[in-house]
């Protein structure tokens, strides 16, 4: 092997116990025999084979590339990339979030199995459990974010699987991982950790027991909100022997291009995550103090009921997720100062998506939640006076600026 070849395998090689932020930056497969810096993008659907023997040996042995349904350079890169990131052996990258929840239940359930599911989490979520697997016979029971006697209370016999996501959207309420992990494995059963709003920059769920951890790729983890993506992380058991094979049959991968543009968002996610948590915090705490404002949801406020818990698990951070709530007399009033205090504003965008570096704003009540009936929007705590903001790099007081502008303009209180 010539000098410079070894100098390229090396690359792929690093030494043991570098720290998170160098394998957010380092972590993928050797480079190209060209020995480019930045990672190629493989956009290439299948791989010519030496020969025949050679063909069979990979096809049968599911290794090297044969064709990208099964494996492709670029998207294994980022799942080298994911795995070191959340400290699992592996991790299967997905077409986009959605799908990778859907893996999950396509390798984990069948007709008879039970899950138990928080009741906070992303509205698909409960959709895909309570409805799409409903039909197939598998049953769920939706309880309390925080309340860990209710996760108790409902497990059964054929329970499988306990799925959280912390913290939710758009409360942010925070639930113990590793208490989740540690009722979910005395009842024979697994713990699957959405971790979408914390990311492995400021939460690692298997390290705290988590057998699985699933991604929407699509929001911090792209950082620009440019591609859908998704992954499980992992044991190689679960990774490698359950989901590669479903993932081959079902084929919801992730396009390299998409895998490409993740990978280069995960270089620059412990820098993003920590700027937009910190401005999150300084833009909940001004909130705080508004008069306008009745209540304020930020897990790194002292006011949050679940504080100690968020900074324990999130590293000291809060995330860059938070809500705030109107003062008003009726769900009407609540509705129109929500609506004026968005449509007032003029640097953030009005959208539903979060994890950008454009701070989003967005009205959960008739969009995130807008298909819910009024009776299960109150029980979910969803107002109609109720804001949430993802709040971006943009310079903090720019973001604060942009909110006053309706809230020093609303008309009745
Ligand atoms: C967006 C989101 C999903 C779904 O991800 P997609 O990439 O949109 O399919 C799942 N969970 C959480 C917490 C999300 O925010």
């Known amino acids: 092997m010539s000098h410079d070849e070894e100098r390229r395998l090396q690359r792929a090689q690093l030494p043991e116990g570098l720290r998170p932020e160098t394998l957010a930056v380092r972590t993928a497969l050797a480079p190209s025999q060209h020995g480019e810096n930045s ?3 493989f956009l290439t659907s299948t791989f010519v084979q030496p020969n025949a023997e050679e063909s069979a040996r990979r096809f049968a042995a599911s290794e090297d590339f044969t064709y990208s349904r099964t494996s492709n350079p670029t998207v294994r890169s980022l799942e080298a990339r994911l795995a070191a990131m959340e400290g699992t052996e592996a991790a299967i990258a997905t077409s986009t979030g959605m ?8 390798g984990l359930l069948k007709a008879g199995d039970h899950v138990v599911c928080s009741r906070s989490v992303f509205g698909s979520t409960i959709n895909l459990f309570a409805k799409e697997f409903g039909k197939f ?4 029971s939706f309880v309390s974010q925080t309340d860990l006697q209710e996760w108790r209370d409902a497990i059964r016999p054929n329970t499988r699987l306990f799925f959280a996501e912390t913290p939710t959207n758009p409360l942010t309420e925070v639930c113990d991982i590793r208490a989740l992990a540690d009722m979910a494995h005395a009842a ?5 950790v959405d971790n979408t709003y914390a990311t492995p920059a400021l939460q690692q769920p298997a390290k705290m027991g988590a057998d699985l951890v699933m991604h929407s790729a699509t929001k911090f983890m792209d950082g620009q909100g440019r591609v859908m993506a998704g992954a499980l992380c992992g044991s190689n058991a679960l990774i490698k022997d359950v989901f590669g094979p479903v993932m ?4 919801m991968v992730l396009a390299p291009f998409n895998a490409w543009v993740i990978l280069k968002g995960l270089e620059t996610l412990n820098l993003r995550m920590r700027a937009q948590s910190e401005s999150a915090l300084a833009v909940a705490k001004w909130l705080e103090a508004r008069p306008e404002v009745a209540r304020v949801y930020c897990p790194s406020l002292p006011s949050h009921p679940q504080h100690e818990l968020a900074m324990r698990q999130q590293s000291g951070q809060g995330g860059a997720v938070l809500s705030f709530e109107l003062r008003a007399d009726s769900p009407e009033a609540a509705r129109a100062a929500a609506f004026h205090i968005i449509d007032s504003t003029r640097v953030l965008s009005i959208a539903t998506n979060l994890g950008d570096t454009k701070s989003i704003i967005t009205h959960p009540a008739t969009t995130s939640h807008g298909r819910l009936s009024e009776a299960q929007r109150q029980a979910a705590g969803i107002s109609q006076g109720l804001i949430r903001l993802s709040v971006g790099l943009e310079h903090v007081d720019d973001i604060t600026d942009d909110l006053l502008r309706g809230l020093s303009t609303l008309k009745s209180l």
């Open 99 to 106: 799908s990778a929840i859907l893996l999950v239940c396509m």
């Open 248 to 251: 081959r049959t079902l084929g």
């Open 137 to 140: 016979g598998v049953e769920t």
């Open 39 to 41: 990672e190629a993008l």
């Open 188 to 192: 024979g059963a697994m713990l699957v």
